[in-house]
């Protein structure tokens, strides 16, 4: 009796644990909300005409997004992009500053195309959108740029509980982007192809959480 009371509390937890463990991962009608941030930190000397300069970098891009799902592999939604930088330079003559700041607004597509294991789940997205940028150097406006840009990266959420997940994304894998320098008039065409995103993965990654609404 004792033996079959065990087996039947086994069968109903075992039961239990896969109802649970299913509940992981979208469904159709479901609401996307995630906000990823990178933050760059870099610091360089240089030897330049018999002295050396000493340049500080410090880069923060956050991007908040909100998608829904149409099927339970495939949603759609918007994203904004808001990102923030400066630059340092210490010369023998003084200190070169440059303050960098940017914006992006934009739609997204994105599919989940593979599972590993329950909590896993891997992904590949496309974003279009507008973006605008701005630089100072030493107060004194040298760059504002605005134009179109586009992307196909991949990533992965890991589902820590049933409606909330760590987002790990990486860079765009295949990159387009076209601006205009307001000042200059200069126009810029940019192609990109990351083939080495895996091998330098926490340096082009972003980091965020997911939630499933």
Same mark, same amino acid.
Not at 65 to 93: C, H, M, R, W
Not at 151 to 175: C, H, M, Q, R, W
């Given at each position: ?12 937890? *075992? ?6 463990? $299913? $509940? ?16 760059? #930190?870099? +610091?360089?000397?240089? !030897?330049?005409? &018999? ?38 330079? !210490?010369?023998?003559?003084?200190? @070169?500053?440059?303050?960098?700041? &940017? ?5 997204? &597509? ?6 590993? $294991? ?5 992904? /590949? !997205?496309?974003?279009? &959108?507008? %973006?605008?940028? +701005? ?10 740029? #605005?134009?179109?840009?586009? *992307? ?24 387009? #982007?076209?601006?205009? %320098?307001?000042? /200059? %008039?200069?126009?810029? @065409? ?12 926490? @340096? ?10």
């Amino acid at each position: 009796m004792k033996k079959i009371v065990l087996s039947l509390a086994v069968l109903v937890m *075992g039961v239990a644990a896969q109802a649970q463990e $299913g $509940g992981f991962g979208f469904n159709q009608g479901d609401v996307l909300l995630e906000g990823n941030i990178q933050v760059n #930190s870099t +610091k360089e000397s240089v !030897e330049t005409n &018999g002295f050396t300069a000493t340049q500080k970098q410090n880069n923060t891009n956050f991007s908040p997004k909100a998608g829904y799902f149409i099927n339970d592999k495939f949603a759609l939604g918007v994203q904004l992009g808001v990102f923030s930088g400066k630059e340092t330079t !210490e010369l023998p003559t003084g200190t @070169d500053e440059v303050k960098q700041n &940017g914006f992006y607004a934009g739609v997204f &597509g994105r599919y989940y195309f593979l599972d590993l $294991g329950q909590r896993f789940k891997t992904y /590949t !997205e496309l974003n279009i &959108g507008m %973006d605008n940028y +701005k630089a100072k150097d030493n107060g004194t406006e040298v760059q504002k740029n #605005s134009g179109f840009s586009t *992307g196909l990266g991949l990533g992965i959420n890991y589902f820590v509980t049933p409606k909330i997940a760590v987002n790990f994304g990486l860079s765009d894998v295949l990159s387009f #982007s076209t601006s205009k %320098d307001k000042n /200059t %008039d200069v126009k810029t @065409d940019e192609f990109n192809a990351n083939v080495n995103v895996f091998n330098n993965f926490f @340096d082009t990654a972003t980091f965020g959480l997911t939630f499933k609404l």
